[in-house]
């Protein structure tokens, strides 16, 4: 094979993340996102002009003339540009294990770098916020840093020894070869919510000795060991883990790293302010997302629907101001609206004060939830934030955005496609439980026995599975006789469930608003049997019932079940 390129790391870069920026939809309140990425791949530029390959020419000066009005049209002409020097192949001397990462190469490191990639969004960012404390869990002598492109958001997080934040794609470049003021690392992880593909490159990269590429959004893992010229590629786990929070636990795993406590997910960060005194309940909404804009007219009934005109306790409503101008003005016109229809009295509405350049940074909206008891959030990174603060959460999300619900007992996830009424009844019940409705503004399910099982044969369920992750491994994950009290706790379960599904009717209309972000009806799938399961199947049949365990226990009746009968475990 003829040597690869030496502008290969760099070209596949630009190539790869060229790609990731046209295909991702941006709102107006997110243009600033845009024009930040540009600038990042163009600082890629200066590198690819010193090395002669056939296109690379053509490539800088398509690159340098790239804007706002033009990425889409000019992408596709310098991605052809650039075919010649991204194209990458592993060497042949390289073993290829298709096997988890052996347990020194995290587990020896003295120096670890977590880089999160730019494709990756801050509330995918949020979910990685346990890795720092997984790799002190089984290294804890190791120097955790941190390399982001969001300010502020990681200060507060629990194991990171230093963070920073990089500027561009080559101050990117410069951090995974230890070539910037970070200096060198035993062990380079890029983490990033699309698929780079940069582990081939690293191969022919002579900066990078050990290095893994973690993938959220294609839920994969890619790792290269230089010094002894081994590549891993671990299997994905399929049919289970569609939950991106339960995606990185499996592939924490592959890394050689513990998955924790499932609440260990959202007890992340220091500093977190005490519980409230209850006086006064704060909520904070915000009506923005980086893929769509908010609906004005649908913003302004919804805030002033949601709060009865006299609440049982003061109520303070802090809207988000957004990110510039124009979400400013449509935040300062939603307070304005909604603070005419509740008059001032017992519900007083504001918008939060953005910082000195005129917009909420990271570390703003960190600062209003920690104040905050209830959130009302679209499906954007601040209803990944708020369960870190212990927040009630009610979440605006459209259809296909199921694997982004937080698995927090507090989070609820409402159809933003939905009838706004239904919307509001929902969220109704959830809020009933802060004592801020009146009993004549809600209508209360009827909760019995029935429910009381299920709720009861969820936690021995959970019970069961705390501490594992069924078959993930791909051998017996457990003996016969764990995984026979398996079957039996969740051929329980789905009885009891499928018992108060049929009593979902009889709920009064209000309440029905909770159920619309699961297809209830459908059944869970028994596995009862009079024959223990063949050896063989076992790691099916584990990863079958602890992945529908997780969707269940991530469900709005199971969160609403638990908050109405007893506190979440």
């Known amino acids: ?72 049209e000019t992408a596709e002409r310098l991605q052809l540009q650039l075919l010649p020097a991204a194209r990458a192949e592993l060497p042949p001397g390289y073993v290829v294990a298709d096997t988890a990462l052996p347990e020194d190469f995290l587990g020896a490191a003295g120096r670890v770098l977590l880089v999160f990639g730019p494709a990756i969004g801050i509330g995918d960012e949020i979910i990685c916020f346990p890795l720092p404390s997984r790799v002190k869990a089984v290294n804890p002598a190791a120097e955790v840093v941190v390399l982001t492109a969001y300010e502020g958001l990681w200060d507060r997080v629990s194991g990171v020894d230093r963070h920073g934040c990089y500027r561009d794609h080559d101050h990117l470049l410069a951090a995974l070869r230890g070539q910037d003021a970070l200096g060198g690392f035993d062990v380079v992880v890029l983490v990033d919510f699309e698929n780079p593909e940069l582990y081939r490159a690293v191969t022919a ?99 002033c629907s949601l709060l009865p005109a006299e609440p049982a306790r003061p109520v303070r409503v802090v809207v988000d101001p957004g990110t510039n101008s124009s979400t400013r003005r449509f935040s300062a016109q939603l307070a304005q609206a909604a603070a005419a229809h509740h008059d001032g009295t017992a519900v007083t509405v504001e918008q939060a004060a953005p910082d000195v350049r005129q917009r909420l940074s990271v570390r703003g909206v960190f600062a209003e939830l920690d104040r905050a008891d209830v959130v009302v959030c679209t499906d954007s990174f601040t209803a990944h934030a708020a369960p870190l603060f212990g927040c009630t959460t009610l979440v605006l999300a459209r259809p296909g955005l199921e694997n982004w619900r937080a698995p927090h007992p507090r989070s609820f996830h409402f159809d933003g496609d939905g009838p706004l009424a239904d919307v509001v009844g929902g969220m109704r ?72 599904v049929q009593r979902l009717p009889g709920w009064p209309a209000d309440a029905r608003g909770l159920l619309r972000d699961e297809a209830y009806e459908i059944p869970m799938r028994r596995l009862e049997s009079e024959r223990p399961v063949p050896r063989w199947a076992r790691p099916a049949v584990l990863n079958h019932m602890e992945h529908h365990w997780l969707r269940w226990r991530n469900t709005n009746l199971h969160k609403y079940l638990e908050l109405a009968l007893g506190e979440a475990p």
């Open 1 to 72: 094979m003829p040597p690869l390129p030496p502008a290969i790391l760099p070209a596949l870069l630009l190539s790869r993340y060229l790609f990731f920026l046209t295909q991702r939809p941006i709102s107006r309140s997110n243009t600033h996102y845009l024009q930040q990425r540009i600038h990042g791949l163009q600082s890629l530029a200066g590198v690819l002009a010193n090395v002669d390959t056939p296109g690379t020419a053509t490539a800088v000066a398509l690159l340098r003339g790239l804007n706002p009005g033009n990425v889409r």
């Open 429 to 500: 019940q959830v809020l009933g439980h802060h004592g801020v409705l009146r009993p004549q503004d809600r209508q209360v399910p009827p909760l019995g026995a029935p429910e009381q099982r299920l709720v009861a044969a969820g936690r021995d369920l959970a019970r069961l599975l705390a501490g594992g992750h069924g078959g993930a491994d791909g051998g017996d994950g457990s003996s016969g006789a764990d995984v026979e009290r398996v079957r039996a706790a969740y051929s329980c379960l789905a009885a009891a469930r499928d018992a108060v």
């Open 205 to 303: 990269d002579g900066g990078i000795g050990r290095y893994a590429e973690l993938s959220l959004g294609a839920r994969v893992l890619a790792a290269v060991d230089n010094h002894d010229r081994w590549v891993y590629r671990p299997p994905q786990a399929t049919g289970c883990s569609t939950n991106f929070y339960d995606t990185l636990d499996r592939l924490a795993w592959a890394m050689g790293l513990p998955a924790g406590e499932p609440a260990a997910r959202f007890d992340t960060l220091t500093g977190r302010r005490p519980a409230s005194d209850g006086a006064e309940l704060v909520v904070y909404a915000c009506p923005f997302t980086s893929k769509y804009d908010p609906s004005p007219r649908y913003w302004t009934r919804l805030l």
